[in-house]
């Protein structure tokens, strides 16, 4: 109810610029405010004693500004990021673009950040003492040939911080990066982040699940080969997936032909069948992080079923609101 009273005066704003009031409310601990309850339904995943299995996606809070005021919401983890070794302004606005009809955004923010030093600052500052992601990238401005050691940088900073890590080489808004996704390229990367993933549990008497986040617009076959790969590298964990290139589902809607990535309602389809084959190809070897087109219970409970150990919500949380986290934490099958 509050949240429909407050989402038509968010929407009379621009995209960004109801990004920005949010994001300055949950700062505020605004979220005190909503008067939902998520029952607790913990379950253990890459070894990590998660409160319920509903989680916030990365891009909300990129520099972990909100993350107090996200906790008050009731997620059972919250993601923060994608961080950069260096701040960057990201793309020219306008950059982000609803589509209310089909409950679907796009964007082509652009990894727009303060830099992996101003995020470890505020991560350090929050009082949340609950399962915090950190999802980090490249800079735009780094040849792909050189990601890794943007990877790498990002690594050895936020290790002590996070309670895993995500690599994020999905986004189709840094040119070049899902490139990374592939062959010799995802291979080197996987190598170097394991191995500094083992060195850095060992110095910090701690273990950080390392957790890789891929594109829904892969074919099946590329999907198997990367499985296979993560099997291979000992990667902890997989998300499936990120915003996708297609039109499918908004075609002929105002502002469908925008540049940037899809999410919302008409990604459900696509990051499904994404999540069913690396489900299939992973057979329980490594835990699946669910997400993409999640705006009801049901929703979640489709992902729950194709093979998702956890699921994230963004877009979703947008156009519904904070009770999804509830209602999601309440359907989802009791850990056995």
Request: proline share 7%.
């Amino acid at each position: 109810m509050l949240y429909s009273l407050a989402r038509p005066l968010l929407f009379s704003l621009s995209e960004e610029h109801a990004h920005e009031l949010t994001l300055a409310m949950l700062r505020k601990r605004a979220g005190k405010l909503w008067p939902g309850s998520v029952p607790a339904s913990p379950r253990e995943v890459m070894g990590i004693e998660f409160p319920n299995p509903v989680g916030l996606a990365a891009g909300l809070d990129k520099n972990g500004d909100c993350i107090d005021g996200l906790a008050d919401l009731g997620f059972g983890f919250i993601e923060v990021g994608t961080v950069t070794p260096r701040p960057q302004p990201g793309n020219p606005q306008p950059r982000l673009f609803r589509l209310p009809s089909a409950e679907a955004l796009i964007n082509r923010m652009g990894f727009n950040n303060l830099g992996v030093d101003y995020l470890v600052g505020a991560v350090k500052q929050s009082r949340y003492k609950g399962v915090l992601g950190i999802n980090i990238g490249k800079n735009k401005d780094t040849p792909v040939e050189d990601a890794v050691q943007d990877y790498l940088s990002c690594q050895q900073k936020v290790h002590a911080y996070g309670s895993y890590l995500v690599v994020n080489v999905s986004s189709p808004n840094t040119p070049g990066l899902r490139s990374l996704q592939h062959g010799d390229a995802l291979n080197a990367l996987l190598g170097t982040l394991r191995e500094a993933q083992t060195r850095l549990d060992a110095q910090h008497r701690r273990r950080v699940p390392l957790v890789i986040k891929i594109a829904p617009d892969n074919s099946e076959e590329e999907l198997q080969a990367m499985g296979e790969a993560f099997v291979q590298h000992g990667i902890d964990g997989v998300c499936v997936g990120n915003t996708t290139l297609s039109r499918e589902g908004v075609q002929g809607l105002p502002k469908f032909d925008e540049q940037g990535g899809l999410s919302g309602a008409p990604l459900k389809p696509i990051a499904n069948q994404a999540l069913a084959t690396m489900s299939q190809t992973l057979k329980g070897r490594i835990p699946i992080i669910g997400v993409g087109g999640i705006n009801s219970a049901a929703d979640a409970l489709e992902k729950q079923q194709l093979g998702a150990d956890l699921v994230q919500i963004y877009s979703g949380l947008i156009y519904q609101g904070p009770g999804l986290i509830g209602d999601i934490a309440r359907a989802w099958p009791k850990a056995i």
